[in-house]
């Protein structure tokens, strides 16, 4: 990298199972007056483009694009949406100030999940309509294929997904935001109800409202505003085949290849010994168990076991989900992966309150677009830069 | 027919059956029902028609004031909570006579969608609705016209509280 790209501002509201009080476009606007406060700057003067993530049917409107500038300070200005994960919206953003046209680059995602009547239809119709569909198995049922396969390669046990829960709904009792903060048993998970084998109901993350903006600058432009640029060290992401006929079903390939994107732009040679602290997507408990080994975190294998032993807790080796992370936050559909960055930056900044890590400065972000998928990011984030402190 | 066999098994394909989607083809029906939060600002315009009144909301930085009312000012990106009643009467800035439905159905009589500027907005403010009670010959950009609303037990806080827009004057 000839610049560097740096997070100045952050700004969000929620995370509520519901928030009948506001619109859609009031959340983001609250958010985006907190990120811009934060960021000190004015979107109507000083930010060059603006890049929000989203999805038609998660808003029930054809062509969504159109409604994100206004509340964001967008209109009359360079705005464009992706149809993916918030840290897609980041990769993006990255990518323009790195083309030198654009000094100050917003991204914003949001979640109004409690507005969407027919959830489960919406992710139904995400499945091949001639292959899949037809056979009317709930979608969950893709994940119930995943945790069986990875759980009887990996030797991850149910008890370890379990463990999964419990830690991050204890976590998310230290974190304001959280919607889901419990202090739960391992056994409450194992006894809740069966949903897709070997998926309880507890190891599924619920849905939460809300909206995070975040405000990217480049190098000088990042010193300039900031006393402490969180600097984006490395971004990466990567699909594995759509086909639930022929995709990886034990590891997430997907978080091996952007993990690998990241790693290499960040310069990191060890993951397992430079990343300090990870936000990764846990929408199912085992999901956090399959990124945590598919980003080179631990061994294959090793990551149920290491969650059970504590190495994984908020005061273990490799603190991962100190947020709460879905499971205890709550799923926030396309904003889902600005949430897990949201989490690096307020830890890298010394601003996460009674659940800050000791000594920090270089963390990891991760995000999965959920089932069906095999789409995920990762993003390397660090107080530093490379090879010399900022 | 060869002459070694005299019927084929089976049943033929009919014309119907291509017709009707039985071969060829995949029926399937999505469910995405949705119940959207009306927001602080959209929520009191609403609960206004339904008292009979179109609320605008004022921004004092950038002295204008807007239709339908929003949380916030798009121009100077300042919060706007300040509602002002607006009397239901404007001008026409554009319209379309409308010869097809939503759903695409061709009908003799059009709809006539335009936008009002409705006077005490600040142009470019105006409320989009359809127009009614005026021949399709008449109807002209600048055009004086006014809100016809639903009977008040009939409303029910939607912009349909609203049935059109007529001329002032009986054209
Ligand atoms: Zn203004």
């Known amino acids: 990298m000839n610049t560097s790209v740096g997070i100045v501002g952050i700004g969000w509201t929620g995370f509520r199972p519901v928030t009948p009080e506001a619109s859609y476009k009031e959340l983001v606007y609250e958010a985006a007056v907190r990120a811009y406060a934060d960021a000190g700057v004015d979107p109507r003067r000083d930010v060059d483009s603006f890049v929000t993530v989203s999805e038609d049917f998660h808003e029930g409107t054809s062509i969504f694009d159109e409604y994100v500038p206004d509340q964001l300070g967008g209109a009359q200005r360079p705005v464009h949406t992706i149809t993916g994960d918030g840290l897609h919206g980041l990769a993006a953003a990255v990518m323009q100030i790195l083309t030198g046209r654009f000094r100050i680059v917003v991204v914003e995602g949001h979640s109004k999940a409690s507005n969407i009547l027919t959830l489960p239809h919406i992710t139904a119709y995400a499945l091949d309509p001639i292959l899949n569909r037809p056979l009317h198995a709930n979608p969950l049922a893709v994940a119930g294929l995943e945790a069986c396969r990875y759980m009887h390669e990996s030797g991850a046990t149910r008890e370890q997904c379990a463990a999964v829960v419990v830690k991050n709904r204890r976590n998310a009792l230290r974190n304001p935001a959280a919607a889901y903060g419990a202090d739960l048993r391992a056994e409450d998970v194992l006894v809740s109800e069966a949903v897709a084998s070997p998926i309880t109901r507890l190891e599924i993350s619920d849905h939460a409202d809300g909206a995070i903006v975040m405000v990217l600058a480049d190098d000088e432009t990042a010193r300039r505003l900031s006393p402490h640029p969180v600097w984006m060290r490395g971004i990466g992401w990567a699909n594995d085949s759509p086909s639930l006929e022929s995709r990886c079903w034990a590891r997430a390939a997907y978080a091996e290849q952007a993990a690998a994107m990241a790693y290499r732009m960040a310069g990191i040679g060890n993951p397992a010994e430079e990343i300090q602290f990870a936000e990764v997507d846990d929408t199912f408990a085992y999901k956090e168990l399959q990124h945590l080994e598919a980003l080179g975190l631990c061994a294959q294998g090793r990551a149920g076991p290491l969650t059970v032993e504590g190495a994984t807790a908020p005061d273990g080796c490799l603190p991962v989900n100190v947020s709460g992370g879905s499971l205890g936050i709550g799923h926030l559909l396309d904003a889902s992966g600005l949430a897990r960055v949201l989490e690096v930056v307020l830890q890298l900044r010394g601003q996460a309150g009674s659940r800050q890590l000791g000594d920090v400065y270089t963390g990891l972000a991760q995000s999965w677009r959920g089932v069906p998928t095999t789409s995920g990011a990762v993003a390397v984030l660090s107080s530093r830069l490379s090879g010399r402190e900022s | ?171």
């Not at chain 2, 009707?20 to 399937?28: A, T, W």
């Not at chain 2, 300042?78 to 319209?95: E, R, S």
């Not at chain 2, 008449?138 to 639903?150: P, S, T």
């Open chain 2, 1 to 171: 027919m060869t002459q070694r066999i005299a019927s084929y098994p089976g049943t033929a394909l009919s014309e119907e059956d291509i017709e009707r989607g039985r071969v060829l083809s995949i029926h399937d029906r999505l469910r995405a029902d949705y119940a959207w939060d009306a927001g602080l600002a959209i929520g009191r315009y609403l609960d206004g028609l339904k008292a009979g009144q179109i609320l605008g909301v004022r921004c004092e930085r950038c002295d204008r004031t807007v239709v339908p009312p929003r949380a916030f000012c798009e121009q100077c990106f300042a919060p706007m909570d300040a509602f002002v009643p607006l009397a239901g009467v404007g001008t026409v800035n554009t319209f379309s006579l409308c010869y097809v439905t939503w759903d695409v159905k061709r009908i003799a009589e059009p709809l006539i969608p335009s936008v009002i500027d409705l006077d005490g907005t600040s142009p470019p403010a105006g409320i989009m609705h359809l127009l009614g009670g005026v021949a399709t010959d008449r109807v002209r950009i600048g055009m004086r016209v006014r809100a016809v609303w639903k009977p008040a037990r009939a409303r029910e806080g939607a912009i349909t509280d609203i049935r059109y827009f007529k001329p002032l004057r009986r054209g």
